[in-house]
């Protein structure tokens, strides 16, 4: 990752000097795995490098002259976020929003601790120390949560209900205490009354949710209070479900393993076309035409993309492509 920013910077200074301009650095980081071997961790550790790697190449740039761009998911977006609701004839169509649930927890969690990482490293660059003392000990404890999931050996949601650790402080130790004795174990089963069980389940299940939902919240209200960390950080707003290609393979052997492969395949992609998007319109998300928090216009290079489209399974095996194309050379406000 730091031989791969110094390669791009390399570039971009080349670029000004040869065209006698001055561009700004954008730099785009894509990286989402929610399949394959564990792979929440790798979405922590790989943005972990990012930001490690950030923090030792941008460290002596003008801050005016770059700017990180970071592929969102609407996975984050918090548990109460509305349904789409929209007319057709007669009848009101109502379309279940992507957002925090049990079912996507985990992934959602480690994109959460993603943009974390990588907003700690702008923080610090922007000198706005005061906002990195409040991600610091957030990130680690989302770190914790996520290396308990991968721990459990399945990353189940149920399994990481009884070990979590409530980033924000949520939840009462006295709650904690009878949680834990409550849960089923050998030593414990005498012990167990079901209906307590299920009730606190159902209480602390909740105390999660809301809780990264709350992470998901205070990410908005750092960029609504900071316009300066918005000028140089950007996380896409609107991806949900988008068929490319770093789907393909851990899909297709989830499907290989089915009695009818192609019927497994169509079913999965049905399901989700209610939260479907087009991959030019996701990609058209990382290029806002408009954006009423910034003012003043300048020209931006696209020098640098980090993304996992042919990503291996394998975390130690991730690749990174640089493109440099300047007829991508446009003028957008940042």
């Known amino acids: 990752m730091l031989n791969l920013l110094n390669t791009a910077l390399d570039g971009w200074r080349a670029y000004n000097n040869a065209n006698n301009t001055t561009t700004r650095l954008v730099v785009y980081f894509t990286l989402g795995f929610h399949k394959g071997d564990d792979p ?23 801050p005016n002259s770059w700017r990180v761009v970071f592929t969102g998911t609407d996975a984050t977006r918090h548990s109460t976020y509305p349904d789409g609701v929209f007319e057709q ?4 169509l109502t379309i279940p929003s992507y957002k925090i649930t049990k079912w996507n ?20 660059l922007l000198h706005l120390f005061d906002i990195n003392e409040l991600l610091v000990p957030i990130i680690a404890k989302i770190q914790k949560n996520v290396t308990n999931a991968a721990q459990m050996g399945d990353n189940s949601y149920e399994a990481l209900v ?12 006295s709650n904690r205490l009878l949680y834990i004795f409550l849960s089923p174990g050998k030593k414990k ?8 069980w299920s009730s606190l389940f159902q209480r602390r299940s909740k105390l999660l949710i809301d809780d990264l939902s709350s992470i998901s919240k205070f990410i908005d209200d750092t960029f609504a209070k900071v316009p300066r960390l918005r000028e140089h950080f950007m996380i896409t707003n609107g991806i949900s479900i988008s068929y490319t290609t770093l789907h393909c393979k851990p899909w297709t052997m989830d499907a290989v ?6 019927l ?10 209610k939260n479907a998007i087009s991959t030019e319109y996701a990609a058209a998300l990382h290029f806002p035409t408009n954006d009423t928090h910034v003012s003043g216009q300048k020209k931006e290079l696209s020098l640098i993309s980090v993304n996992t489209a042919e990503m291996s399974l394998d975390a130690s095996e991730t690749t990174a492509e640089m493109s440099l194309d300047t007829s991508d050379e446009m003028e957008c406000e940042c």
């Open 189 to 196: 089963k005498k012990y167990r009354r079901d209906d307590m």
């Open 162 to 173: 009884t070990n979590y650790i409530p980033t924000l402080e949520s939840e009462s130790i």
């Open 40 to 62: 929440f961790t790798s979405n922590m550790c790989v943005a972990s490098d990012f930001r490690d790697a950030l923090l030792e190449t941008f460290h002596d740039l003008q």
């Open 257 to 262: 393993k089915e009695e009818n492969p192609r």
């Open 105 to 124: 927890y985990i992934y959602a969690m480690s994109k959460l601790g993603q943009f974390f990482l990588v907003k700690s490293a702008v923080a610090q």
């Open 89 to 92: 004839g007669n009848k009101m």
């Open 264 to 273: 497994h395949i169509v079913q999965q992609i049905i399901y989700r076309l």
